[in-house]
């Protein structure tokens, strides 16, 4: 019987990285191995399944620690070897992989008799059996995490057979970023540019996050928002290749594990995972939403240099009520409504357990879940494991850091701020909720934070008095101060009552921060805050150009989208953009790095402040309460060490025993660059 011997944790993470080897044996090879047992870690290294891979091996797991270099280390590049004909042997020596040899307790080169032990075993009865399983440069050159085009040098081309199999010319990678980079400036469709970086992505993930890298403003529309909305919405469609693991609440319903063993890499550093139920601002996009863990991951390696091998993107598929899939006959998940509270909650419990029991250091970000899930889910699994919800609390944090930097130029007491929300949604709330905690952290009583508090919704200022069940998210900042037949419903009415000194939109409704609103900001406090931070730009609640214009100039300015800078009597404002791509790379590396075993408030906020102190102050004589993107990789370095430093204060985690926070995460940071393909085995 053929039997497949599995290296399961040594496969790449693409069902196209094929060329990691496998190594077809005999059913005698199977006993003689089994036989062996004790010779082999089975973990590495199974050859107990039959055929069709049923019984995944087992997964090593590691209990890692923070540990130097470990972060950035490729999961995959310290297993590989190779398997080929020896060029010096005509009898077929095979050479084998170092981790097969490891696996049979054998040195590279060892032999029986004076023959290669497997060799010895290869050739018994050897035309009645499958030709040995070789990997081809075609194969090679098909994976992601180990293809280098045409960067291949001489002796890699010699080794492992691509003489001749790509062009002669020897690149560096900068040579072929520009080749790259010409090709992307010529697609002039931002969507043709998505379909072309998602294929270069699965193609070659150093030339990929190399081109990211060399013009990260430029990509960031292109991989997250906005064209990677519009990629969702077509992602049946322009579907190529696939990334990423899908679990679905009904078929793999108590076999998420082995869902998950299903992945190849061992050493996941973090997830981000999704069910689709609210991507961006787009709704329910069902498993289409993929493209939205996919692209985050992408940002996480760019802004904090995750190792992209240790990311992995999830989508759970709960269904669909979006009719538009439903009548897709390309929609590539469930047609069917999406499932209850009680299975969705029972399908996530599974997950996160399943992840703690593979992986159990890793990373879990929420992403992209409807608000009635949001916020509960974050409730349910924060405490027990490793998580953060981005919507929620990196919202939340880049818009506290904004809040920060914002006071400290305009010289006001934290304690004398009235804080409007328009929108009290999963974004609204975990923003006003974390600055409530900023400011018991200044030093006011819970009861005095929240008293600086006014949120509106749909149905106008939220108090205890205005006669409706409100969602338990609303419940702790809603007013107990206005009597019932005194309930405000128009935003202006609300702004008249409050007389707000920051007005933070998160509604999705355009246009709602008016001319007349704005003027009465600015005749409230010398230089309001307005931040209009509903995505994208055409859900503004208004402009930069508008809020400067209406204030006079007045006002500190920041928005969720980009607007381009605005001159208003001979000045030069540059308004802020609250991109959560400021806190969350940071926020995940400094976690991860440090080992800490939860994602706290006091991290966040940690975050948030380093955030606001890298303001400079050309940047803010400019307008910008956030610091100049060009400089993610080091902003994330900052976040990143206070977090940490946080997370050991808190005691969950341990403290350096030497070296600064700040090397420690440079240390473990990811850096697009080609490695030279390692084997231990003389070919
Ligand atoms: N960093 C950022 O800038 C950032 C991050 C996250 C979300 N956002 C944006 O914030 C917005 C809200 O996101 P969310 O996840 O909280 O959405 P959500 O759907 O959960 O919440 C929307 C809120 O707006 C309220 N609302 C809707 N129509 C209204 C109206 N006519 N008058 C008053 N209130 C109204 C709803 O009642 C709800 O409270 C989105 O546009 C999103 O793009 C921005």
Not at 192 to 212: M, P, Q, S, V, W
Not at 366 to 375: R, V
């Amino acid at each position: 019987m053929l039997s497949r011997i599995g290296f399961h944790n040594l496969r790449p993470r693409s069902s196209q990285m094929s060329f990691i080897t496998h190594y077809y044996s005999t059913s005698e090879n199977t006993v003689n191995i089994a036989e062996d047992s004790d010779a082999y870690d089975r973990d590495d290294f199974d050859t107990r399944h039959g055929p069709g891979g049923q019984g995944q091996s087992q997964t090593r797991r590691h209990q890692s620690k923070t540990n130097i270099h470990r972060h950035n280390e490729d999961p995959f590049r310290e297993h590989i070897g190779t398997s080929r004909q020896s060029s010096s042997d005509s009898n077929s020596t095979r050479h084998v992989d170092s981790e097969i040899m490891a696996g049979l307790n054998l040195q590279p080169g060892s032999t029986v008799n004076g023959e290669s032990r497997l060799r010895s075993r290869s050739d018994v009865d050897r035309r009645s059996k499958p030709p040995t399983f070789r990997y081809t440069p075609q194969a090679l050159l098909s994976n992601p995490s180990f293809n280098k085009g045409t960067a291949f040098t001489e002796d890699e081309r010699e080794k492992f057979n691509l003489t001749g199999v790509i062009p002669p010319v020897i690149e560096s990678l900068e040579q072929q970023v520009a080749r790259t980079q010409q090709q992307l400036d010529g697609f002039p469709v931002p969507l043709d540019k998505y379909i072309y970086l998602a294929a270069l992505a699965r193609n070659n993930e150093t030339l990929f996050y190399a081109t990211l890298l060399n013009d990260l403003k430029g990509c960031l529309p292109i991989v997250y928002t906005p064209t990677v909305g519009e990629a969702c919405q077509k992602y049946a469609h322009i579907l190529r290749g696939h990334q990423g693991l899908f679990i679905d609440a009904k078929h793999h319903k108590g076999k998420i594990d082995t869902i998950l063993n299903n992945w190849p890499v061992d050493d996941v550093d973090i997830i981000v995972v999704t069910d689709g139920s609210r991507i961006l601002g787009l709704g329910d996009l069902g498993v289409n939403g993929m493209g939205i863990p996919i692209g985050k991951l992408s940002l996480y390696v760019s802004a904090a240099g995750l190792h992209p091998a240790r990311t992995l993107p999830i989508t759970l598929d709960m269904g669909t009520n979006n009719q538009d899939n439903i009548n897709d006959p390309l929609y590539i998940g469930r047609k069917e409504p999406r499932v209850g509270d009680e299975e969705f909650h029972a399908t996530v419990d599974e997950f996160m357990s399943a992840v703690k029991q593979r992986w159990p250091d890793c990373l879990v970000q929420f992403e992209d879940f409807s608000t009635d899930h949001a916020f509960e889910l974050l409730a349910r699994h924060r405490e027990r494991q490793l998580c953060f919800n981005d919507d929620i609390q990196g919202t939340a944090a880049v818009v506290l850091s904004g809040f920060i930097a914002a006071t400290l130029q305009n010289g006001m007491d934290f304690k004398d701020h009235r804080c409007l929300f328009f929108g009290a949604g999963s974004a609204g709330v975990g923003v006003a909720e974390l600055i409530v905690q900023y400011l018991q952290q200044q030093g006011l009583t819970a009861e005095e934070a929240r008293q600086c508090f006014w949120l509106v919704d749909s149905k106008g200022l939220i108090t205890s008095t205005r006669g409706d069940k409100l969602p338990a998210h609303k419940v702790g900042l809603q007013r107990h101060d206005v009597p019932a037949d005194e309930q405000k419903t128009s935003l202006l009415e609300v702004v008249k009552y409050v007389k707000p000194t920051c007005m933070f939109g998160l509604s999705t409704q355009p246009g709602t921060f008016t001319e007349e609103i704005c003027n009465l900001l600015a005749s409230y406090s010398e230089r309001p805050l307005i931040f209009p931070l509903s995505n994208p730009t055409s859900k503004a609640e208004c402009t930069a150009e508008q809020a400067y214009k209406w204030t006079n100039g007045k006002c500190i300015f920041g928005a969720g989208s980009p607007f381009d800078p605005v001159e208003l009597n001979g000045k030069t404002f540059l308004p802020g953009q609250a991109n959560n791509l400021y806190i969350f790379p940071g926020l995940g590396l400094g976690s991860l790095v440090i080992g800490a075993k939860r994602v706290t408030d006091e991290m966040v906020m940690a975050a948030s402040e380093t955030l606001a102190k890298l303001v400079t102050k050309e940047e803010a004589e400019l307008g910008m309460v956030y610091p100049n993107l060009d400089r993610i990789r080091e902003i994330s370095v900052s976040i990143a060490s206070a977090v940490a430093e946080t997370a050991v204060k808190q005691g969950l985690a341990n403290p350096l025993e030497e070296g600064t926070m700040e090397d420690l995460m440079r240390a473990n940071m990811y850096y697009p660059k080609y490695h030279p393909i390692q084997t231990d085995i003389a070919l």
